[in-house]
């Protein structure tokens, strides 16, 4: 299986978040950059889909050059190919970001099996659920109508069955085989329709949804899906002598604008201490009794 | 012109996220002088006098009741098509769903089919002219607030439901009817707001529309549910490892509650991610949100802020949560929760 997976370049925001004077962004003068959970999840899973059924994981993101960092903090997980869609900095929206990842989606093979025209060059495309800083949940929807496919968002757990004809191709094992340099060499015309189907499942109040749908297919994960691995030392070294595949997708404004970013004027308040160690027992019964939770 | 709002029934009634939906959709209809109309996928049998009464209570004048030939559960491209339709037959200027799972995903494909901007998890939103509408929606799950302006006809909207209040028309302090005297002592009822009148729709559907449909199953609930518990004794990374973890969950049991824990315990691989609060995580709301040994990062808290009360226990005075939490004991959890435990077992 050819896996795409997109994930997006944020702040890593611990105990305080706060907002540039413009208020037109997050302010990073203290923080590093990360990927949102759920993306970290979604390249785990191509990583594993892989090993077990053969084929690669290419890794995409949307964003400043430094996101580079961000595509090799992916490769170190086990993905093979990095594709960078850089832009000036500035906040996309989900329109214009969506249009970007499906025109470099549909470029894919440029190497191996080397069928690159036409759409299905990828049998999934996998994202997060949604980003953690703009959390606009469309990303992943609006790319699959872009391509034409089906799509899933949200799932926590997945199956995916390789067509019979290129799903021989045997699982490299180890911890970090994952990722075999031109990972595409052996399994020619398995772009397009490869008859393979995802089957999937989501949680939803109480209620379980299961969906099975042929690839290819687009499909957003949530965190809980697995446990992403650490990066391997092995694979840290490749990561930062890879190649980095860039482009430069053209922007365009879209109808919801910003106007500023702000703190929510919480109740910002200093907790009342009870007191220290075990002498504070009693005191903090009281406080449950009188809370009403003591029933 | 009406504003059209995607509800859900739940059991004999409308879910609660939908009714907080309904509340600011209401909110921007009126401010248009438009009519409210809610939109529910099921056949029009399907809507019972009671759920009608719901709706009109939250100020909803139409019901649409969408089904079709092959559309028998949730299919969220299908939903999208069928909301498209509808928007576009009744000259809809706003179509609104609560930002939950189905709720987002119905509306990005609404989004995409019409090549409109969604603005997901509003927290406000008011009519600024035809064709504008004025919002704040979250940014980092409610950390960040975003004040923007959307331009789009029809306006596409998900709601946040964890910041607006579910409000019905008779509960909305006075103006509204002047003539009308609220509940009166003698009577003891809120005047009746009427039902909402149901109108089936039966859109056109492509076997490409029905591609993506879930087949539903109830899933096994194991003990207290974290979203709904009425206490959350909560456990990050100050309790040390896997093994820490039996004196909190003694503990929620004398409380009836559920344990959450944060990210780090997840990711640690301590407690499986069903227990995680926060962000990537479960959304709680209870009365007591025990916090223990739980730093109070932004990605945690915004799974707790809607806790009615805080109380946290932590060895560090200066740790964030400590600036969130209502109470604290300072100290060494890995003595205080079991001299709490024993303190609740003599009582």
Known sequence: VEILVCVKRVPMVGGRIAVTPDGQDVDTRMSGFTVSPHEECAVEEAVRLTQRLGGSVTVLTLGPEQAADQLRDMLALGASRAVLLE???????PIATAAAIAAAARRRPADGDGGGDG?????????????????????????????GLPCLTGIKQLEIAAAPADGVVAGSGGADGGGADGGGAGDGGADGGSGGRATALREYRGVQESYDVPLPA?????????LPRYPSLPGRLRARRAEIERHRPEGRAEGLRKRQLRVPATVQQQAQILGTGVEAVPALVALLDELGVLS | MTVLCLVEPDGAGVADASLRALTLARGLAAGGGEELAAVAFCPAAALSAELLAVLGSYGAGDAYAVAAQRLAGYAPL???RALAELAASCGA?????????RGQEVMAHLGAITALPVAANCTQVSRAGPGTVELVRYRWAGSLLEDAELESAPALLTVAADAVAAVPVAAVPAAADAGQAPAG???????????ATVRPFAPELSGADLQVSA??????????????ARVVVGGGRGVGGPEGFGPLEELAGLLGGAVGVSRVVT???WRPHQQQVGQTGTRISPELYLACGISGAIQHMAGCLSSKHIVAINTDPDAPIIARAGYAVIGDLSQIIPALITALRER
Do not use: M
Not at chain 2, 93 to 101: E, F, N, Q, Y
Not at chain 2, 215 to 228: D, H, K, N, P, W
């Open chain 1, 87 to 93: 832009t000036d900095g500035a906040e996309w929206g």
């Open chain 2, 215 to 228: 087949t539903e199953s109830a899933q096994r609930s194991t003990g207290v549910s974290l979203a709904t």
């Open chain 2, 185 to 195: 002592p003698a009577g003891g009822e809120i005047p009746a707001a009427k039902a």
């Open chain 2, 78 to 80: 299908a939903w999208a």
């Open chain 1, 119 to 147: 759409d299905g060059g990828y049998d999934l495309i996998l994202f997060g659920n949604e980003a953690a800083d703009t959390g606009d949940y469309q990303v992943p929807v609006r790319v699959a109508h872009e391509l």
């Open chain 1, 218 to 226: 687009v499909i957003s994960v949530r965190e809980g899906i697995n």
């Open chain 2, 267 to 269: 990711s640690q691989g």
């Open chain 2, 93 to 101: 200027t706003a179509v609104l769903a609560a930002g939950t799972d």
